[in-house]
């Protein structure tokens, strides 16, 4: 099974990935993870893609499909795949179709997650994110068992300078323009797409959430 999550930054996607992919054995394929981990280690791709993340901007559809094939390469064909954060423009999703199709897969699902952007701003504002494993925590309303540090792996947590408000008005732009059609685009495609409220709490949504992926 191949799952698409499709939704605004501050939706929450990584938090409910992280939840279903640990409690199923899924693999959860976050490209701005990917990203991050690209620029603490200061590869050229990591170099490459700093100034378009800082500004909230895309970074070249190119260079993540180099990235996303590299990555999908490493899993098994049977493995369940929940795709955070990628496609986020029609090319990356003509590209992915490719990717998967070379190796007897497609898209089963999309999930769109919905919030309005009042409550996306304010949650990206207490958002704290693990640059270690990924984790995402929020400081109103998932925190830390210990503040400041990842309950799943022990690294100190971080503010994203991309969750800081003058970059998040700009990538819920970049959203709306170049990443919302996806879901038509996916609308007239073979997947099935369902949408799912990620207003209620945390475990309210993973419960929507896992019902819409038949888990
Ligand atoms: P995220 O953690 O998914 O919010 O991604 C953080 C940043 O990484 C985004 O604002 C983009 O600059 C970049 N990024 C992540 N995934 C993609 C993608 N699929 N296409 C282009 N840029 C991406």
Known sequence: MVV?????????????????????????VSTGDLLRAARRAGTELGRKAQAF????????DSLILDLVRDHLKGIP????????????????????D????AVGRRVDQVVVFEAPDEELIRRLSGRRSCPECG???NVHFTPPKQEGICDRCGAALVHRAD?????????????AAQTEPL???Y???????????AEAPVDDVQREFRKAVGH
Do not use: C
Not at 7 to 25: C, E, H, M, N
Not at 187 to 197: F, I, K, T
């Open 163 to 175: 969750d800081k408000a003058e970059t998040v008005e700009n990538r819920l732009k970049v959203y």
């Open 53 to 60: 993340m800082d500004a909230g901007e895309l970074v070249p």
């Open 183 to 185: 879901i038509e685009w």
């Open 77 to 96: 064909p049977e493995a369940g795949i929940l795709l955070d954060g990628f496609p986020r423009t029609t090319a990356q999703a003509e590209g992915l």
């Open 98 to 101: 490719g990717v998967l199709e």
């Open 187 to 197: 609308g007239r495609s073979e997947a099935a797409v369902v949408a799912v409220s």
């Open 135 to 137: 984790a995402v925590f």
């Open 4 to 28: 698409i999550l499709l939704g605004p930054p501050g939706v929450g996607k990584g938090t409910q990935a992280v939840r279903l992919a640990d409690s199923v054995g899924w693999e959860h």
